[in-house]
């Protein structure tokens, strides 16, 4: 990988990581509902479960893809009905940080957030596109390279997300606003799918 590569790829993956999407607009609404410290599990899920999700893609799995296009298609919806449904318990969740009942919702953990990238629309399209652009030769050494860089970038772009919604906590303490906002954070959501269902090629 030439430096000049490498910085490009850089700024792709920054961009692609610090722009809304469903990872960064739940890790908003978590930061909000349950603070920043609460959504760090949450925060290392998406990069560490990105990261090897990027090894996969560069070992193979997008050659796969290419070869049945049907199969990304078919994970691709599977990860929007996900996330529409993700999105509707959000819509219709009460004040989540002032619930500590029994069976109160709780912050996505690290396993989950990990296993949520294997569905996530927009983490396959990010993932594909930066092998397809930036790496069409893929040997081990280059593939662990660009998942180390992306995720090291990815990293603090995701955990910002999250900040900034515990930085409205004070703000939104209201019970009202908060399911306000909830609601914005699921309309959000949905909108954020609308480009990646629409697209014109899975790879």
């Not at 294997?118 to 280059?142: C, E, H, Q």
Request: charged letters at 10%; aromatic letters at 12%.
């Amino acid at each position: 990988m030439t430096m000049e590569i490498l910085l490009a790829f850089a700024l792709f993956a920054g961009v692609s990581s610090i722009t809304p999407g469903p990872n960064n607009l739940m890790l908003l609404s978590s930061g909000l509902n349950f603070g920043f410290r609460a959504s760090i599990p949450h925060v290392l899920g998406i990069s560490i479960g990105f990261a090897f999700m990027l090894v996969a893609v560069g070992l193979g799995l997008a050659l796969a893809f290419e070869r049945w296009p049907l199969l990304y298609q078919l994970l691709k919806f599977a990860g929007v009905a996900y996330l529409l449904w993700l999105a509707w318990g959000l819509a219709s969740a009460g004040s989540l940080s002032l619930d500590r009942r029994a069976g109160a919702p709780k912050p996505m953990g690290f396993w989950a957030a990990a296993a949520f990238q294997w569905v996530n629309p927009k983490a396959w399209v990010m993932g594909v596109s930066a092998f397809a652009t930036y790496m069409p030769a893929r040997g081990l050494a280059s593939v662990l390279l660009t998942a180390t860089l992306f995720a090291l970038i990815n990293l603090p772009s995701v955990a910002a997300w999250a900040l900034c919604g515990s930085q409205l906590r004070h703000w939104l303490a209201e019970p009202a606003r908060q399911r306000l906002f909830n609601r914005v954070m699921a309309a959000l959501l949905v909108l954020s799918l609308l480009p990646l269902l629409f697209e014109g090629k899975g790879a």
